[in-house]
């Protein structure tokens, strides 16, 4: 049990649609990143938020977007869905303290895009 | 051009058995840090063991021991005594922090690790 709970745990949407997924992270952490992970792949980075400001992204374009709230609970939205954005959203929340922070991960969102 | 690469698909490994998944890595930065993950058939993803590029002695974890060999861009993990609830997928990943502060963390396709009774 990591602390980390994401919402919801399954998700159906159709192309075009737009969605909001979201991550509260454990009690203590100030950081809050978010990864793509399709089936039988590694997780993809999408971007990261250390105190509500957003601090790395990813190789994912804009439509894919997020916010870190005052309490450290997260949001990521997708607009504009695409076939493609089928995938395991998993979300990790640390604690800042340079290169060897640990990433406490929930147990993710599985959105279909139909 | 991918930063982490894991060459192992799949491997089957008796019980108790020591095993290695292997790791290599690509990165111009001097100072970054490599760790590996696992992630049991539930999806959740567990923290194994970390190493920095700085540490001059090879990090350990209990049965988790990771063999870094910084000249190679390798950073293998040895897990010992092998068990069955070490049947998982294992993530090697990299955190890289640039000249601008961008904080990135960059996860290799993983290894399948199943254990035979």
Sequence with gaps: ETGVTQSPTHLIKTRGQQVTLRCSSQSGHNTVSWYQQALGQGPQFIFQYYREEENGRGNFPPRFSGLQFPNYSSELNVNALELDDSALYLCASSLKEGLGEKLFFGSGTQLSVL | ?117
Aim: proline residues 3%; charged residues 20%.
């Design chain 2, 1 to 117: 051009a991918q930063k982490i690469t894991q060459t192992q698909p799949g491997m089957f490994v008796q019980e108790k058995e020591a095993v290695t998944l292997d790791c290599t890595y690509d990165t111009s930065d001097q100072s970054y840090g490599l760790f590996w993950y696992k992630q049991p058939s539930s999806g959740e993803m567990i923290f194994l063991i970390y190493q920095g590029s700085y540490d001059e002695q090879n990090a350990t974890e209990g049965r988790y021991s990771l063999n870094f060999q910084k000249a190679r861009k390798s950073a293998n993990l040895v897990i010992s005594a092998s068990q069955l609830g070490d049947s998982a997928m294992y993530f090697c990943a990299m955190r890289e922090v640039t000249m601008n502060r961008d904080d990135k963390i960059i996860f290799g396709k993983g290894t399948r690790l199943h254990i035979l009774p």
